[in-house]
């Protein structure tokens, strides 16, 4: 019975995390598929290329699915019985990476997602908050300094999990440890485009475009 329950956990992230609300709201706005403008990506980055106020909002509604997909692990964890810490943070774990997995390889537009970046904000939310604003700050400042979104993503992804240990922010679960871990992979392998043009020089630095509102 539990096995079963946590398949449920793995398919509902996926299928919450799979929800493509960039490609979604600039259809709907405009008319026109993100896929086909700047880095083809369906994330709030390549968004707000087009619409600032449009990137701000996929920002937010790519972490809440994030953060929806872990209540509904936990809902599920407690269907099953799974009343003790360890088995509500392994559920916990389970839907962080599968509702992140949904993002990058969304099954309503053929596996061609995101990077996983502002989904995993929700998730990292819920999993490991005090990580989560080192990480954050840690983005910002290769922002300011760089303005390469991309390397901010990588850098804060890469340390995510080393910082989590250090900060003992992981509730002592090893499920939740291996979690960051994978989420902050996939993220690095998601961006294996941006990490070549980062290192031949040629990565478009980020700017929001003004001409729309």
Same mark, same amino acid.
């Given at each position: ?37 700047? $880095?083809?990506?369906?994330?709030? *980055?390549?968004? !707000? ?8 909002? %996929?920002?937010?509604?790519?972490? !809440? ?18 009343? %003790?810490?360890?088995?509500?943070? *392994? ?11 949904? &993002? ?6 053929? @596996? ?6 502002? %989904? $995993?904000?929700?998730? @990292? ?42 900060? &003992? ?10 979690? %960051?871990?994978?989420? /902050? ?6 961006? &294996? ?8 020089? *040629? ?7 003004? *001409?729309? /509102?």
């Amino acid at each position: 019975m539990s096995m079963t329950f946590h398949f449920a956990t793995a398919v509902i992230a996926y299928l919450l995390g799979s929800i493509p609300f960039g490609y979604i709201l600039v259809r709907v706005f405009y008319g026109q598929d993100v896929r086909e403008s700047g $880095s083809g990506n369906i994330g709030a *980055t390549n968004v !707000a290329r087009s619409s600032p106020a449009l990137g701000a909002l %996929t920002l937010l509604l790519d972490a !809440a699915k994030g953060l929806l997909a872990m209540a509904a692990g936990s809902l599920l964890a407690a269907s099953a019985g799974q009343a %003790t810490a360890k088995s509500r943070y *392994t559920f916990a774990a389970l839907a962080a990476v599968f509702a992140v997995i949904g &993002h990058m390889f969304p099954i309503w537009l053929k @596996f061609r997602g995101g990077k996983g970046v502002a %989904t $995993s904000v929700g998730v @990292f939310l819920a999993l490991a908050p005090k990580t989560l604003l080192v990480a954050l700050a840690l983005f910002v400042a290769l922002i300011a300094a760089f303005r390469y979104v991309s390397l901010g993503s990588i850098v804060a992804a890469a340390a995510f999990p080393m910082i989590a240990y250090g900060l &003992h922010d992981y509730h002592s679960s090893p499920g939740i440890l291996a979690a %960051t871990s994978a989420i /902050a992979v996939l993220i690095i392998i998601k961006h &294996h485009d941006n990490i070549r043009r980062l290192l031949a020089g *040629t990565e478009n630095r980020f700017a929001l475009k003004r *001409t729309r /509102a």
